[in-house]
């Protein structure tokens, strides 16, 4: 039987495996009937030990070390004269040798995946001289790969996004997964794509990831975004493959398939006539499924009444037609305005036009309510003109106004005021002619910009305004006079015909056809031998000396009339007097010294003098303040000292009241306190022999036990008070007033026969008592009635 070259091919690869899996790998060496050995391209001589590759597989999960070959030199007879030494990667750590027959065993699981091979170097010894009896020669250890990996989406998972309505077979987006096995040996690095979730609408390329879609026409308005999870299997996908998976989130982006539609076919609004300009009346919205720049609308008016009244844009945010007014709205003229507007699309994709217009149309009413409008005046702005001569009362000129409404109410005019501070103007209320109320002055104001209110009679909040600009006519009223205040100097050397001013005049007027001035000297100044002058005819005049010789000495200051005319009709003229001072002068003709009297300063105290005089009087007012002070504090207190006997004093209470009648000098409500209760104390300044005066008795007058009362209180306390005028100080309780039942209140009603006090100390007191001691002492009784 003949073999193809394909099964041949896997033929020989089977028993390729089958020798790797028996555990044949091991280079045997051979001196007799080895071959010449080939690596990478060039020629080794012959040598007398010579090994392949050895091949481990990796993942070895068993208890004992892993047989990876053997080494033979065929130095060695068996006698155990030659030993055996391996250096290189993982030797001793990873890989060990059994120096008496030359057996490589592996110690430790390998992995491929983190290291592919090992290369190491074998040598032959002597072991009693311990040199070697070949040449150190090289090899490499290969790790066998097994099926250990699965395959991994390293940049998963994915967002991918596609146009809706797309077709079957649009690509979407591409996934990879890799297998860390070995690509070059067997199948376990060979993957393949397969879709687990996301059916029917998408699908995998199996070999190369590629996910396309499945179904066409999917729209985004009915769902937007699909969670699809993709499978990658190695072993070409067969049974006992590994595998990975991962998401893919794939979005449906919009396209513009969607026309706009109005949700209504008719709107009607409502507005107020008074309505202002560029305001919005409306807003509409067609409604498209679409996105973003898919969604943009354009509005625009097609057809319909009020083209020229109304129009509509869009709202950039929203994407609403917005209507506003342009011109202004009266009912009286027009009740209501019917509006076709048009939304279409800004930009329409050319592939689904056949899905019909991409555009649509509604109606929309407006109608215009009545309000009560103010009045409207004929002309928004009245210039008008009045001479400034003209008399009070005159006649300026006429506004007119009239109510919009249909009721078309009488109008009243009337002038605001915050316009007319200085009410030089009035208006008939009725027929709103204007007039003078005070004489006006064109250079005092040359125009009144005045503000006309109209009011409805029947409805005075409803005002409407008008604006009047009344210009004042120029009359030559105003005499012209000089430009300016001259200091004008002549030389003591000036020469005759010498310019020594040139002057110059201004007039408040202002005539139409401009200024001319005349200029002369007046009549008692035309023969003066001093100074001429030369009209220059340009509204100018020159001032010339006509002689020399000036002196300070014998005249500093001259005056010079001047007089000038204007050229209005009537002509005005005023006489102005320059002023000519005489000063010295240097060779250049410039002054230095003017009016030696005016310039020179009276010879008086120095600036230090000054300040001394100043320093004095400065320190003259600080020993006042201190004097001042001290004198201040040296005081006697207010409050009383213990140890001083005050009785000598005598304060005065000479201001009597007006008795009972007196309602306005004090309260009365104290005079009815009777629960006033004071602690008593007991007075400093009264001897201890001294006893209190006795209680006078008064008649019995029921009207007046009250005030009685109170004033024995009031005694009392100021008895005992020590804060109180002392004990002999005279007190005066002016409450009797005219016809007052009361009695009298002084000591002297102590004599009577009721009286207990004792006055006998009185004749002890000295001559200066005696007179109170013979009132007081017995058997006086009489003595003051």
């Not at 091949?55 to 068996?78: A, I, N, Q, R, T």
């Not at 005159?394 to 109410?409: E, F, L």
């Not at 006006?440 to 109209?454: G, K, M, Q, Y």
């Not at 001047?562 to 102005?576: M, Q």
Request: one cysteine or more.
């Amino acid at each position: 039987m003949k073999l193809g070259k394909v099964e041949f091919c896997h033929f020989l690869q089977l028993i390729a495996l089958f020798l790797c899996f028996s555990g044949m790998n091991q280079a045997e060496l051979s001196r007799s009937g080895s071959k010449p050995y080939f690596q990478s391209g060039r020629s080794r001589t012959k040598r007398s030990w010579v090994w392949n590759q050895f091949f481990v597989l990796e993942e070895y999960m068993g208890s004992d070390p892993l047989y990876v070959g053997k080494l033979h030199s065929d130095v060695d007879k068996g006698d155990g004269s030659i030993k055996y030494i391996l250096s290189g990667e993982g030797a001793s750590s990873i890989f060990i040798i059994d120096e008496n027959t030359g057996d490589i065993h592996a110690t430790k699981r390998l992995d491929r995946e983190e290291q592919a091979y090992y290369t190491l170097r074998a040598q032959a010894l002597d072991r009693l001289t311990n040199k070697p009896v070949e040449p150190e020669s090289e090899f490499v250890i290969k790790i066998q790969d097994i099926n250990d990996n699965e395959p991994k989406f390293l940049d998963g998972p994915y967002t991918a996004g596609v146009p809706e309505m797309s077709p079957v077979g649009t690509s979407v987006v591409q996934v990879t997964a890799t297998d860390a096995d070995d690509p070059t040996y067997g199948n376990s690095a060979r993957v393949v794509y397969s879709i687990l979730q996301g059916q029917p609408y998408f699908s995998v390329e199996p070999k190369t990831g590629v996910i396309k879609t499945a179904l066409p026409n999917m729209d985004r308005e009915a769902k937007d975004q699909y969670l699809l999870v993709i499978q990658a299997k190695d072993m070409v996908g067969q049974n006992g493959g590994l595998s990975g998976t991962t998401s893919v989130t794939v979005t449906l982006t919009d396209v513009n398939d969607n026309p706009p539609r109005f949700p209504r076919r008719s709107y009607q609004y409502n507005v107020p006539e008074s309505l202002p300009v560029a305001s919005v009346v409306a807003r509409i919205k067609a409604a498209d499924a679409d996105i973003g720049a898919n969604a943009e609308m354009e509005y625009k008016i097609v057809d319909g009444d009020g083209l020229g009244i109304f129009k509509i844009s869009v709202d950039k945010d929203t994407q609403e037609g917005i209507i506003t007014i342009q011109k202004e709205l009266d009912f009286e003229a027009k009740t209501s305005y019917t509006l076709r507007i048009e939304a279409a699309n800004k930009d329409a994709d050319p592939r689904f036009l056949s899905l019909g217009p991409f555009s649509d149309t509604t109606t929309v009413k407006i109608i215009v309510e009545d309000v009560d409008e103010p009045p409207v005046f004929s002309s928004p702005f009245y210039p008008m003109e009045v001479s400034e001569a003209t008399q009070v009362g005159n006649i300026i000129g006429t506004v007119a106004a009239h109510d919009p409404d249909s009721s078309n109410s009488p109008v009243r005019y009337s002038i605001d005021r915050n316009t007319d501070l200085e009410r030089y103007f009035n208006i008939d209320a009725n027929s709103g002619v204007i007039t003078t109320a005070k004489s006006l002055d064109r250079e005092t104001n040359a125009v009144h910009n005045i503000t006309v209110l109209a009011m409805e009679s029947q409805n005075p909040s409803q005002v409407g305004r008008g604006y009047v600009a009344i210009t004042i006519l120029d009359i030559n009223d105003n005499a012209p006079e000089f430009a300016m205040d001259y200091e004008t100097t002549v030389c003591e050397n000036a020469q005759p015909g010498q310019v020594i001013q040139k002057v110059s005049a201004v007039d408040k007027d202002e005539p139409a056809s401009g200024h001319q001035f005349y200029f002369s000297l007046t009549t008692e100044a035309t023969n003066n031998h001093n100074f001429t002058l030369k009209d220059n005819k340009d509204n100018t005049a020159s001032i010339l000396t006509r002689r020399n010789g000036f002196r300070r000495q014998e005249q500093s200051v001259y005056y010079l009339p001047i007089f000038i005319v204007d050229s209005g009709s009537p002509s005005l003229s005023s006489t102005n007097t320059l002023t000519i001072r005489v000063c010295d002068c240097d060779a250049d003709g410039i002054a230095q010294t003017c009016n030696a009297e005016a310039y020179v300063l009276p010879a008086g105290l120095s600036t230090g003098a000054l300040i001394a005089i100043l320093a004095c009087v400065l320190t003259l007012l600080v020993l006042i303040l201190l004097i001042v002070t001290m004198r201040r504090r040296k005081k006697e207190p207010l409050i009383f000292d213990e140890e001083r006997d005050i009785r000598e004093n005598i304060v005065r209470y000479d201001d009597e009241g007006g008795g009972e009648e007196d309602t306005e000098a004090f309260d009365m409500a104290a005079l009815r306190n009777l629960n006033v209760l004071r602690d008593s104390k007991a007075r400093r300044d009264v001897t201890p022999e001294m006893q209190l005066l006795g209680r006078p008795v008064f008649k019995g007058v029921p009207d007046n036990v009250i005030f009685r009362e109170f004033i024995w209180e009031r005694l009392k306390e100021a008895d005992v008070d020590p804060g109180a005028p002392p004990y002999d100080s005279l007190q005066t309780y002016a409450f009797e007033g005219n016809g007052s039942v009361a009695e009298s209140l002084s000591s002297l009603d102590s004599v009577s026969s009721n009286s207990e006090q004792n006055y006998d100390y009185l004749n002890d007191w000295g001559p200066r008592f005696q007179r109170l001691a013979d009132m007081y002492g017995p058997g006086q009784d009489g003595a003051c009635s």
